[in-house]
Structures are given as C-alpha cells and as structure tokens.
C-alpha cells in the first residue's frame, strides 16, 4: 500500500531555502505497517489553485493518509493548506486517515472541535485508559503536544483518555479516520499492538 505523509516546513536562513523535513523514525514506522510512505511536499498549493497537490496525487494513486505531528497551526501556511486539501480528498475517496498528534488536532478542529493548551504533556510518558472496547492500544504512551482537543468532535469516538482526563485516541470508522496525540515513532520500541492496529486499519476496505 502506498501511504501519504505530511511533513514539517521550514525556512533555512543560511540558504534563503524553504525546506520540508520528516523525522526519519516515522518512515522506519511506516514501513512496519507494510506500507510504502509517500513524503507530500509542501510546495503543490498556490494561493488560487491546488492543481499541482491534485496531479501529484493523481500520479501517486495512493490508498491512505497520514497526517504527521510537528508545528504550530499557522506557522507555515502552506503546510495548513496542503494537509486540509488531502483530507478534504480522503475524506470525499472515503480513503482512510490517520492523525498523529498535529494531525489530530486539524482533523479535530476540522470536524468542529476546540484546540485549547494543555499542561503536563510536553516531553513525558504517561499512562493512558482505554476509554473504549477496541484492541490493541498501548498502555503508555509519549506526550510532546502542549495544545488538545477540548471535547470530542461529533460523531467521533473516545478510544484513549490519560490520567487527567486529556482525550488521546479519537476514531471515526465510517468515515475511516483514526487519531492519536503520541508519537508512535518515538518509542524506542515500537508498539507492536499499535502497529497491529494501524496495519489492519489501513487493510480495512
């Protein structure tokens, strides 16, 4: 399966460049899923037109989405405006989606939810509760987002809330979305439920 990934965008003053980049540890997951990452850059959406994002895709032909973590939502409005587009497409090929931490708050707030900041989570491991009777969650998990959603958007299940009770986990099975605020590619060991998990979430068609 050929998946898209999003990247973070950034200008490097030293070479008057704007750059994407990924953590290359996402990749490395990706791979375990058994899929193929497909790297989205950020330079296909004009202010008028998204024609260039639309034949990339149409070349591609890809058969799932991830929307990566990193960045702040109106940093890099191109970044903004290429992950809504894809969505939008993924989401009209009822393909499925998975939001991963920033990921997860866009789609959030796309379905209508309020991104508020968020204490304790910056740069932590904590335990989570399995809110729902889905399988193959971990039972800990890293925490790198200082924002969080404030309710669960309509339509939306709570799979994982942590100890505070922050909502960690969100699904949407009919429309094929799955979210998580960790950073599944940061373990240093990669959660071979969750991977499970995904693999069989991208295989459900």
């Known amino acids: 399966m050929k998946i898209l990934v999003t990247q973070r965008s950034y200008y490097h003053k030293e070479y008057?460049?704007?750059?994407?980049?990924?953590?290359?540890?996402?990749?490395?997951?990706v791979s375990k899923l058994k899929c193929t990452p497909i790297l989205v850059p950020n330079n296909l959406v004009r202010?008028?037109?998204?024609?260039?994002?639309?034949k990339f895709i149409k070349v591609i032909k890809p058969d799932g989405l991830i929307?990566?973590?990193?960045?702040?939502?109106?940093?890099?409005?191109?970044?903004?405006?290429?992950?809504?587009?894809?969505?939008?497409?993924?989401?009209?090929?009822?393909?499925?989606v998975l939001g991963i931490c920033r990921g997860m708050l866009l789609i959030s707030k796309f379905f209508g939810s309020k991104i508020i900041k968020k204490r304790g989570h910056v740069n932590t491991i904590h335990?989570?509760?399995?809110?729902?009777?889905?399988?193959?969650?971990?039972?800990?998990?890293?925490?790198?987002?200082?924002?969080?959603?404030?309710?669960?958007?309509?339509?939306f299940i709570i799979n994982v809330i942590s100890e505070d009770r922050s909502i960690e986990s969100i699904s949407y099975p009919v429309k094929k979305i799955e979210c998580c605020m960790w950073h599944p590619e940061r373990d240093k060991q990669f959660s071979k439920q969750y991977i499970l998990r995904i693999k069989n979430f991208f295989n459900d068609r």
């Open 47 to 54: 202010k008028k037109s998204s024609y260039l994002l639309s």
């Open 127 to 155: 335990k989570v509760i399995i809110h729902s009777n889905k399988k193959n969650f971990p039972e800990k998990v890293n925490s790198y987002h200082h924002y969080s959603i404030k309710k669960c958007p309509k339509n």
């Open 67 to 96: 929307l990566s973590g990193g960045d702040d939502f109106r940093k890099f409005i191109n970044r903004d405006k290429t992950e809504i587009f894809l969505l939008k497409y993924f989401l009209k090929k009822k393909k499925p």
């Open 16 to 29: 008057n460049e704007n750059r994407d980049t990924i953590d290359q540890k996402l990749v490395s997951w």
